[in-house]
């Protein structure tokens, strides 16, 4: 028990540290230097801010955070999907590979708008649509790239143990893409939250974070602004340490 707290304590105490040092000499470089308010507000102006609006920032995270699971589980589930197709069936891989390519350069500055347009100014679909998008292209390529991880040596073993295509894929397929369709999400959990707050700003229902940060942007109310972007961090930290402990709990069930 020890050594495991020992461990969490050498994993945890350095990037705090760094924080601390960041944000003091932040501080003192915007008191020092003067720096105006529209450039870099303080920290501590930052801090007031948010705990002056923590329930509308909590609010606006809410529904970005909804929007962001949302297309994460569809792109995710639809990525996986996909894939395991592809990885079984040559043709609709080589089909697929340039639309994958198109999806993937895609902006979200052109798309919103006319998702917009498709499914009314007062509907989240778009938002999620957008996530969902982003998320489909690390998760179908990572999970790809880990079903052709398997020698063929492996499945030759496992069709001379009579096999059937099911049990191979369940054994030793899958189990191998594993790590890749985890490394997939860990990068799509990011992409997920940047996508629905982007999508934000341009058009949609004015309730998430995106939205706000715009508002009070306009406004001159840049410590507020600020403080809508550390709930945008907080948001993103939250799904990547969401799939970070999925992974976790995942390799350790196939180590037993």
Do not use: C, K
């Not at 996508?195 to 700003?201: F, Q």
């Amino acid at each position: 028990m020890r050594a495991v707290m020992s461990t969490t304590l050498h994993r945890v105490l350095p990037p705090v540290a760094l924080l601390i040092a960041l944000l003091a000499i932040w501080q003192i470089a915007t008191e020092v230097g003067q720096i105006p308010a529209f450039l870099l507000p303080s920290p501590f102006a930052i801090v007031d801010e948010l705990v002056t609006f923590l329930p509308a920032i909590s609010s606006a995270t809410w529904v970005t955070g909804g929007n962001a699971l949302v297309g994460l589980i569809a792109g995710a589930v639809l990525g996986i999907l996909v894939a395991l197709v592809a990885a079984f069936v040559r043709l609709i891989d080589s089909l697929l590979a340039p639309l994958v390519a198109a999806i993937a350069v895609v902006p979200i500055v052109a798309l919103a708008p006319i998702l917009y347009s498709m499914f009314g100014a007062n509907s989240e679909l778009s938002r999620q649509i957008i996530a969902a998008i982003a998320v489909f292209v690390p998760v179908f390529t990572n999970t790809l790239r880990g079903l052709g991880q398997v020698l063929p040596v492996q499945r030759d073993l496992m069709r001379a143990y009579a096999a059937s295509p099911f049990q191979i894929a369940r054994t030793v397929t899958i189990p191998a893409a594993l790590p890749f369709v985890f490394t997939g999400l860990r990068i799509a959990s990011s992409l997920a939250v940047i996508s629905a707050l982007i999508a934000e700003y341009f058009g949609g229902p004015r309730t998430g974070i995106g939205s706000f940060i715009t508002t009070a942007a306009s406004g001159s109310n840049y410590s507020r602004a600020w403080a809508y972007v550390v709930g945008a961090i907080a948001l993103g930290l939250l799904f990547y340490g969401i799939t970070l402990a999925l992974e976790t709990f995942a390799s350790r069930h196939r180590r037993r």
